[in-house]
């Protein structure tokens, strides 16, 4: 389906971000890798992703708070793989805290991370998607750029903004072939997601499945975590022709979570 596209799919070396590259990979795209880890393990991963798939898979560690270093991953991703086609912002943060005890360092970070990074890749690539007449824009946004949660404020801003973006870039790219879209998850059962169950657990005095039914899938009707592969599925759509009329949209995947 997508033989002969580039993708670059940023927070890729775990959790929704590397089922979205091995997905892109196995429908024929090469992909550009972008995340952090450890070195070794990082390369396992590409060597193995590009052998199983039978395409070129590179990897660029830039941090994507820092301007240079996303323009330096663009450059990368075009030289090393001959164009850039398919974009997914994913990477992004979280932090927990009351507004009136919210690090400024850590409002700073999850903006640039989370809102600024998909700017400047947005931006970077637009002009060559237009110039092909082809391009996919995909943001990975959340249920949190639908609604509020406490105590998220920098992470709600962030993904609220990513709703705007999304929006105004698909109005931009509407005449040239250039697609933008949200996905907006509810809660994925991540690695990350996955660690903080046990710890839950005990400081709240409640069993494992009680975390996982009574607070972190409280707001899910289904009581059921979104799979990565669900997202990752949604990405390969949005990508084909199939959905060359799908753009400005912000399309939830939340177990129902915004329905109310």
Avoid at 32 to 56: P, T
Avoid at 121 to 132: E, N, V, Y
Avoid at 216 to 230: C, I, R, S, Y
Wanted: aromatic share 4%.
């Amino acid at each position: 389906m997508l033989t002969g596209k580039t993708a670059l799919v940023t927070g890729s070396t775990s959790g929704i971000g590397l089922a979205i590259a091995r997905k892109l990979a196995s429908k024929g795209a090469k992909v550009m890798l972008n995340g952090m880890g450890d070195a070794a393990e990082i390369e396992k991963l590409r060597a193995d992703m590009a052998a199983e798939f039978g395409v070129e898979v590179a990897f660029n560690g830039a941090d994507l708070t820092k301007v240079e270093a996303i323009e330096a991953l663009i450059t990368d991703t075009t030289q090393t793989l001959g164009g850039l086609d398919i974009l997914v912002n994913n990477a992004g943060i979280q932090l927990v805290s009351p507004i009136e005890d919210f690090p400024v360092d850590k409002w700073n970070m999850i903006i640039a991370l989370n809102l600024s990074a998909a700017f400047h890749t947005t931006r970077l690539s637009f002009k060559g998607m237009k110039d092909r007449g082809w391009g996919r824009i995909i943001n990975i946004a959340s249920a949190h750029a639908l609604v509020a949660s406490p105590f998220k404020a920098a992470y709600v801003a962030a993904k609220h903004g990513i709703a705007g973006l999304t929006k105004t870039i698909a109005l931009e790219g509407a005449e040239h072939g250039v697609t933008c879209n949200a996905i907006c998850p509810g809660y994925v059962l991540t690695p990350l997601v996955e660690k903080q169950i046990p710890d839950t657990a005990k400081a709240r005095g409640l069993t494992e499945e009680q975390v996982i039914k009574d607070v972190l899938l409280a707001a899910q009707p289904t009581k059921k975590f979104v799979e990565t592969d669900d997202i990752a599925e949604l990405v390969v759509f949005l990508s084909s022709d199939a959905a060359r009329s799908i753009t400005g949209a912000l399309q939830s995947i939340d177990g129902g979570w915004t329905a109310a």
